[in-house]
Each structure stands twice: as structure tokens, then as C-alpha cells.
């Protein structure tokens, strides 16, 4: 008998080619246990890493879940999300405070200028992520200002944005999936923790996250993110491509991935005369495959490099590139990289840090870098904790083997579907019991920390308790928000200013 696995880590990676979904551990050693792996195809409803079709995404998911859940003969409570595509890149923004006389930098002020950032009003985009750069004290550039006096600070800030709708149908199609996010991350961000050395980050470097529809270019110096962009073009690109050579596209992507030359050598003859085949079902000539693989590879490129340069930090990258993802292992691909970029020191990352124990599903090629990724950045038990019931399984006779009833259904099968369906009706009770007790702890922490004056945690206490989704307290979590915001408005060190110059005011008078 196979014992039910009752602490893992789930996560789900919303993939241009596929959704994947992940569930295992991370042990005492740094390494990674992986205890299922589970996917199903995206191209009918993720574009350039983008949900277009709702209903067949959330589909996916649940099939996915159940795959994964079969396996670890347990259920899954919640899931790590990865966000990424097309739309994402990041926004310099700055903020600035002046003192009327020197001001000794505390914690809180630079949780105001934070504040400030964050409430930058950006139209049809929304703040994923931020990523603080130095700040600039009189005319010096700090990492960590906090102690030092001074009559202004300037923060500077590198948001990650996407559209607004991007979270919002993630969010819808878990919902209408019946999954609960535990947490999002962003893809490009984890994916660099799980493949960058240190050393890498901190003397400058390029990460190439070469995907099916897109390609993530993520800039890093001094241990910070200093540039992210998601070109859509990818690796799907080239299988397109090629298969308007009257070929198939499965076939074509077989083609790519067997022969796809990223840099053929101009001078070999041979080619002239080679032909590629897969199997019977399809050929084509070697320089006609080569020459189709390095014009786009090669525009896929100039883009990655282009970014680059629009980062600032073109000449400032000591450990030169990282490429990564499932295109990453076209041949010769080093050799164009450094043929476009002038870039000489390239390293192929077709493994993450981590060290991935007793599964064999995970493949050494760099096209599940991202989805380790995201099981490594999660924290939280996912398993639904299963708890005593005193209501007993369905008294369902068993029939003699080899009835039927009138739908074609066995009688045996019929018995276990409906144990089944009464074991899925108990657990999504429990799960519904555990939201209300779990909603009722969290309003309680969010008015405690409301009168202590904490309101930027009673906001982020409130959002964790909106993933509850409880329908029927949207409105009362609605209400208390807009009391937060309005006193987070009312006391904040702006309206404490403004205060104090009237109260002078009304005193000169």
C-alpha cells in the first residue's frame, strides 16, 4: 500500500507550449526532492506566456492537480503560481523626500519613499514586483542609507509591471479551477536565483531565457535586476518556419531539435548535398534547415542584444551571458550569441543550482529551469491537512462482477465513483470550514494591526485574506479596506506635516 505524501510544495508554471505543474521538498541538504511532475499542452489557451481562453486553461489545471494528486495519493491545498510573458518588462521610477534640516535616515523613511513608488498611478499596468537600486544622499550613491543624516534622500526604484489583466485571469482561472494560490512569483526572478552564481550577479551578466513563444532577457550588476524584457519571439518561431517547408509542424519541431544549427559553418560543402529526415514522414536539405534556423535565431538575437544596450549596462557585464530554456540547445547557439553580441564568455545553463534527487521526469536541457524554479522559492506545506471525520464512507452494495447498469457503467466502478464523489464533497466542506476559520484570524490580526497604526501590513494581511475567496465577504473586506486606506491617508507623515504647518499658522495669526 503506497502511504499518502502529506508535506510538499506545489507550484505551477503557466507555459506558452505547456502548463506545468510540480509537487515535492526540499531536504536538509540543499537538494531537491521531486514527487510528481504533471503537464498538458497551452497553445489553445496561453499566447506569449498570456492566458487568452479562460474555461480551457482552468481545464488544464484541474487536470493537472488531479494527475499530480493521484500520484502523491494526497490533496493539494494550494499552489505557488509563476507570472510571466509578453507584457512584463520593468520602469525606472524615482522618489524624493527633502527635510527642513538634517535627518538622521531611519527604516520608516524608506518604507515611505517605498510607499510612495508603489502609488505611482500607471494606466492599464500594475506593480508586480520592485526591485530597490542605491539611493542617491547628497552626492552619494548608498545601497543601505538608513543612519545616515541628510536634508534629502532620492530612492530609486526598478518596477516590474505587466498588465492589469494578466493577474486578474490567472486569478479567475485558478478560481474557476478550484485552486487557491498560495503565492505568485515572478518567473524571470526565481528562474535567476535557482540558475546565477553570485558571482554572476554581482559582476554583471545577461540571463536568456530562450522559451517557446517568448524570450526573457533579465540584466544583473552589483547583486541587483537592472533591466527585464520579454521579446515575443521564441523557439515556437523557428518550428513555424520551418514547417512552411510543406512539413508538419510536430515534424518540424523534430527537425529543430535534432539538426537546428543556430551558426552552420559557411565554408562546409557538404551540406550542399546532406539531406535531414525524420524517419519516412518527411526531408529537408541541410543548408535550406540551416539557413532558416540562423536567420531567426539571428533576429531573436539582435533583439536580446538590443535590450541590452537599452539597459545601459552593455559594457559593464564582466560575466557575460547565461542562456537558458528549451532553445538554448540549437547548435552552435554559443557561437551566435558572440557572432551578434561580441559577447566571448557564454555559459549554457541546462541545469539548475540545485540538486534534484529520485526523479527522472526532469529533464537536463534547460526547459524546466522555471518550474524547479518556482517549487525551490516556495515555503509553505501545500497538502490539505486531512482531519478526522466522523462521517463514514457511503454504505454502497457491492454487485456480483460483470453487472453493468444501463449507462455502461460497472457496478464496482459505479460503487467507487460515488465514495469518490462523497470523499471529494467531505474535503471541499473541510476546506471551506478551514477558509471561514482562517478568514476570522485574519480579520482579527488586520483590526489589530489597523490600531496600532500599521496599515501597510493590515493591507497586505487583508490581500492574503482575499485569496481565501470567500464570495460572501468580498463586500465587508471591501469596506475595511477603504477604512485602512482612508487612515493610512490621514495619518500619514505628509498629512502630519500639513498638520503641523496649520497649527503654526493658526498660531501666527
Same mark, same amino acid.
Given at each position: 500500500m503506497v502511504t499518502a505524501t502529506t508535506d510538499f510544495i506545489a507550484a505551477i508554471e503557466l507555459g506558452s507550449s505547456k502548463i506545468?505543474?510540480?509537487?515535492?521538498?526540499?531536504?536538509?541538504?540543499?537538494s531537491i526532492q521531486v514527487l510528481a511532475i504533471a503537464s498538458e499542452n497551452s497553445e489553445e489557451c496561453i499566447r506569449n506566456g498570456v492566458i487568452y481562453n479562460l474555461d480551457k486553461t482552468a481545464q488544464s489545471l484541474t487536470s493537472i492537480i488531479h494527475k499530480i494528486e493521484s500520484t502523491l495519493k494526497a490533496s493539494i491545498g494550494k499552489v505557488y503560481v509563476g507570472v510571466g510573458?509578453?507584457?512584463?518588462?520593468?520602469?525606472?521610477?524615482?522618489?524624493?523626500?527633502?527635510?527642513?534640516?538634517?535627518?538622521?535616515?531611519t527604516q520608516e523613511l524608506i518604507d515611505t519613499l517605498l510607499d510612495k513608488n508603489r502609488e505611482v498611478p500607471l494606466i492599464d499596468r500594475e506593480i508586480l514586483e520592485v526591485a530597490p537600486q542605491e539611493y542617491k544622499v547628497g552626492n552619494n550613491l548608498l545601497n543601505d542609507p538608513v543612519g545616515v543624516p541628510t536634508d534629502s534622500i532620492e530612492g530609486r526604484y526598478l518596477n516590474v509591471i505587466a498588465r492589469?489583466?494578466?493577474?486578474?485571469?490567472?486569478?479567475?482561472?485558478?478560481?474557476?479551477?478550484?485552486?487557491?494560490?498560495?503565492?505568485y512569483f515572478i518567473a524571470p526572478l526565481v528562474l535567476a536565483d535557482a540558475v546565477l552564481t553570485n558571482t554572476e550577479r554581482r559582476s554583471g551578466c545577461i540571463l536568456v531565457d530562450l522559451g517557446a513563444d517568448t524570450t526573457t532577457v533579465?540584466?544583473?550588476?552589483?547583486?541587483?535586476l537592472r533591466h527585464l524584457a520579454v521579446i515575443p519571439l521564441g523557439g515556437t518561431d523557428i518550428t513555424k518556419d520551418i514547417s512552411s517547408q510543406q512539413i508538419e509542424e510536430e515534424d518540424a519541431?523534430?527537425?529543430?531539435?535534432?539538426?537546428?544549427?543556430?551558426?552552420?559553418?559557411?565554408?562546409?560543402?557538404e551540406e550542399e548535398t546532406v539531406t535531414y529526415t525524420i524517419g519516412e514522414r518527411c526531408s529537408i536539405q541541410a543548408h535550406l534547415l540551416n539557413e532558416i534556423v540562423e536567420a531567426r535565431?539571428?533576429?531573436?538575437?539582435?533583439?536580446?542584444?538590443?535590450?541590452?544596450?537599452?539597459?545601459?549596462?552593455?559594457d559593464k557585464l564582466l560575466s557575460g551571458a547565461i542562456l537558458t530554456g528549451g532553445a538554448a540547445n540549437l547548435i552552435n547557439i554559443d557561437v551566435a550569441f558572440t557572432q551578434i553580441t561580441h559577447i566571448a564568455k557564454i555559459r549554457i545553463a541546462k541545469e539548475t543550482r540545485f540538486t534534484i534527487k529520485d526523479h527522472a521526469e526532469i529533464r537536463k536541457d534547460g526547459s524546466q529551469n522555471t518550474i524547479v524554479a518556482l517549487l525551490a522559492s516556495g515555503k509553505e506545506n501545500c497538502c490539505v491537512p486531512v482531519r478526522p471525520s466522523k462521517e463514514k464512507e457511503p454504505e454502497i452494495p457491492i454487485a456480483p462482477e460483470g @453487472?453493468?447498469?444501463? $449507462?455502461? &457503467?460497472?457496478?464496482?466502478?459505479?460503487?467507487?465513483?460515488? /465514495? *469518490? +464523489?462523497? !470523499?471529494? =464533497?467531505?474535503?471541499?466542506?473541510?476546506?471551506?470550514?478551514?477558509?471561514k476559520a482562517d478568514y476570522a484570524d485574519a480579520l482579527k490580526k488586520i483590526h489589530e494591526l489597523k490600531e496600532q497604526g500599521k496599515y501597510k501590513e493590515a493591507l497586505a494581511e487583508l490581500e492574503e485574506a482575499?485569496? @481565501?475567496?470567500?464570495? $460572501?465577504? &468580498?463586500?465587508?473586506?471591501?469596506?475595511?479596506?477603504?477604512? /485602512? *486606506? +482612508?487612515? !493610512?491617508? =490621514?495619518?500619514?507623515?505628509?498629512?502630519?506635516?500639513?498638520?503641523?504647518?496649520?497649527?503654526?499658522?493658526?498660531?501666527?495669526k
Open positions: 506545468t505543474g510540480i509537487a515535492g521538498k526540499k531536504l536538509l541538504d540543499g510573458g509578453q507584457s512584463l518588462k520593468t520602469l525606472l521610477s524615482t522618489q524624493t523626500l527633502h527635510f527642513e534640516e538634517e535627518t538622521k535616515i492589469t489583466n494578466v493577474k486578474q485571469n490567472v486569478d479567475k482561472c485558478f478560481a474557476q479551477a478550484g485552486i487557491e494560490i498560495a503565492d533579465s540584466v544583473y550588476k552589483n547583486n541587483m519541431e523534430a527537425l529543430k531539435i535534432r539538426y537546428g544549427n543556430a551558426c552552420p559553418d559557411p565554408t562546409n560543402e535565431i539571428s533576429e531573436i538575437l539582435a533583439n536580446v542584444w538590443n535590450q541590452v544596450v537599452l539597459s545601459g549596462y552593455d @453487472l453493468f447498469t444501463e $449507462d455502461g &457503467e460497472s457496478a464496482e466502478d459505479k460503487r467507487q465513483r460515488l /465514495i *469518490r +464523489e462523497q !470523499k471529494e =464533497k467531505q474535503l471541499k466542506e473541510q476546506r471551506e470550514k478551514q477558509a482575499r485569496r @481565501l475567496n470567500l464570495a $460572501d465577504k &468580498e463586500e465587508e473586506m471591501n469596506l475595511l479596506e477603504d477604512q /485602512i *486606506r +482612508e487612515l !493610512k491617508k =490621514k495619518n500619514s507623515r505628509w498629512a502630519s506635516w500639513m498638520k503641523k504647518i496649520d497649527t503654526m499658522l493658526d498660531e501666527e
